[in-house]
DNA sequence: GGCTGAAATCTTGTATGCATGAATGGTCGC
DNA sequence: GCGACCATTCATGCATACAAGATTTCAGCC
């Protein structure tokens, strides 16, 4: 198949990137043609890349139509966490197993990067670092397909986070990962579990408890931002604009 | 993308049987061309093709290179043991927690079939019936995204067990099938989960814990059987002399 | 006789073109 | 003034063409 050919890649990182940080908002379109010209490849390299998005999750596509940035409903959150936490446990309990010294120092790194960026004021930034470490943690395991099933979970579960989680979600229960490392270097496995199950179903909450849609607070938002604008609108926000006709299909 | 296009599927699912039946050996080259004129599409389909069958796992692909039937190497294989048999288990646990009654009768209908599949001597219905019923109780969780996994698993397993497992290793275990639908059936997860964890060390070590290496023991049989016919062989089986080419390389 | 190297051949990588099916905008009727 | 229908526009499905990189073959040489 295609695999690195660097164009591709870059367009596939790209894309990602923006879907994660919600450059691009669930239900924006994703025309073959725009992706193609801005990346400048033909369409037959952006279906692929599209293909791979949708493999992944974060692109939705339907035949005959055009494909549009993910939106996660509820239950495949839901499912998603539900997979999330069952691989993670395991997870934790294969690199108790084949733990080396190393590995702490390592993991240990990753944690001080991310307390880095909190405190610098990059929740963004945190929140990816957060999901590196988890996959970090899954190679760790030398299992390289528990590796590749978890990337693309802990990728769909940013995008949910994202979609459904209040601001700042990603934050929720850090310190855990603190806990978790010490209890992997001890070689304690039940604590560890239980610590990486706690802290699934603390991220699993703050990713979709939420009261508020997020879709309302943005419409919301926008609506307080350019409240007596109303003419300049289109112009002002005509990505928005655009984003909310292919929304509501 | 190109979700069902029924000649893309049709060439999916042939593909994919050729390679689980071992018609087409691990090693064996797949030309697009060819591919492409045998089921009467393009190069362009065939592509999306092999690249979903690379997905799974059934196909290995290198850039530039021509794809190949995929040849799981031990250590792969083990990793995907090792990750079903995480999700398996947490598979019981979630069909025990949204058992409803009709599970049982489905579950002990693919049993049956499976059974009388074997008596009639088809080791390979049985085995893929085998198959299916894990499939099914994955979906049973009400969880796609498990589903799609555990369907994902159970199809390479099919080849590791075609590759590595003694002829009939299918068979292994299967009373244990029975064992399990009584388990869930009793809500009693902690056998259910026992059952499936021994079922899957079971299943594993048929697959793997092989004498003699796959590969000699096929060459072993090619030449049993075209012994002293040596100037024919070319013209006898022009795929086996082919695939050794291909596997060669 | 086996090995090195280059031509010939085979395949893939990628772009593009045409046909077909959706989406859109405007118009007509109510 | 509002909603349904139709023409236009747009975007995808798929095939094909061409360029470039592998692979194989064959010849010449050590």
Redesign the interface.
Known sequence: ?????PRTDLAHEALKQAILEQALEPGTKLPEDEIGAHFGMSR?LV??V??KL??EGLVD???KRT?TVAQPTLA?AR??F??RR??EI?IVR?VIKRWKPAFGAELEGMLREEEAARRRGEPKVAGRLAGEFHIRLAQLTG????AR?MEELVTRCSLILAVFGQPHGADAGHDEHSELVAALRAGDADAAIAIMDHHMGVVEKRALAEETPAESAALGDVLARYAGAIGARDAAVPLVAAQKRGRAK
């Not at 198949?1 to 050919?5: A, E, F």
């Not at 299992?143 to 528990?146: A, Q, T």
């Open positions: 198949m295609s695999r690195p050919s037959t279906r692929a599209l293909a949708q493999a596509a339907r035949p494909a495949e499912e998603v539900e997979v069952a691989l395991e294969l299992n390289r397909l528990i099933y």
